[in-house]
Antibody, heavy 113, light 109 residues
Framework: EVQLAESGGGLVQPGGSLRLSCVAS????????MHWVRQGPGKGLVWVSQ????????TYADSVKGRFTISRDNAKNTLYLQMNSLRAEDTAVYFC??????WGQGTLLTVSS | QAVVTQEPSLTVSPGGTVTLTCGSS?????????PYWFQQKPGQAPRTLIY???NRHSWTRARFSGSLLGGKAALTLSGAQPEDEADYYC?????????FGGGTKLTVL
């Protein structure tokens, strides 16, 4: 059974940084493209970023480009999202998604002073 | 960045058929946009229903089908059930950048 467990969310001040993690199990992590998707409170889904199997290819939504960095450690079956220069509009539940098919339960990031 | 458009809300009667659509600000939606469809119920993570335009996952009920229709991606629900009441999102790709539609709130009433 595919399992994706996000962690690392919390309360951060505007301009701050945070790193989200997603530990994967139940499948061959190193064979799967991975994504981060977010959802603001009461809002729709927003695609954030994707990474290929070996971490050499990454793409980002315009809204986070230059501030967020996606990465992975295939030895640890873990996906990361490093978030810098955080803004109030980054407040959301962040989901880790395998192949746009299997979803984690999400971790909540709140950016507020 | 492209804008993906969906109907904000639709209503279907139990047992009825409804089609949700997904359009693109750049022109016609094609198979090259690799349309996905997701269902999300309140308080839950999204669930992927359709990938690459027409393909169902093993967990997707047969009453859901995907297609291209009139220059848009489409999700058709045939024989709606009360448990199908949810938000539905489409997703398209543009040269490696994925963009969600704003979502359709489907009411079964």
């Amino acid at each position: 059974e595919v399992q994706l467990a996000e962690s690392g969310g919390g309360l951060v001040q505007p301009g701050g940084s945070l790193r989200l993690s997603c530990v994967a199990s139940g499948f061959t992590f190193s064979d799967s493209w991975m994504h981060w998707v977010r959802q603001g409170p009461g809002k729709g889904l927003v695609w954030v970023s994707q990474i290929n199997t070996d971490g050499t290819t990454t793409t980002y939504a315009d809204s986070v480009k230059g501030r967020f960095t996606i990465s992975r450690d295939n030895a640890k079956n873990t996906l990361y999202l490093q978030m810098n220069s955080l803004r109030a509009e980054d407040t959301a539940v962040y989901f880790c998604v395998r192949l746009l098919s299997d979803w984690g339960q999400g971790t909540l990031l709140t950016v507020s002073s | 960045q492209a804008v993906v458009t969906q109907e904000p809300s639709l209503t279907v009667s139990p047992g009825g058929t409804v089609t949700l659509t997904c359009g693109s600000s750049t022109g016609a939606v094609t198979s090259g946009h690799h349309p996905y469809w997701f269902q999300q119920k309140p308080g839950q993570a999204p669930r992927t229903l359709i990938y690459d335009t027409i393909n169902r996952h093993s967990w997707t009920r047969a009453r859901f089908s995907g297609s291209l229709l009139g220059g848009k991606a489409a999700l058709t629900l045939s024989g709606a059930q009360p448990e199908d009441e949810a938000d539905y999102y489409c997703l398209l790709v543009y040269s490696g950048i994925w963009v969600f539609g704003g979502g359709t709130k489907l009411t079964v009433l």
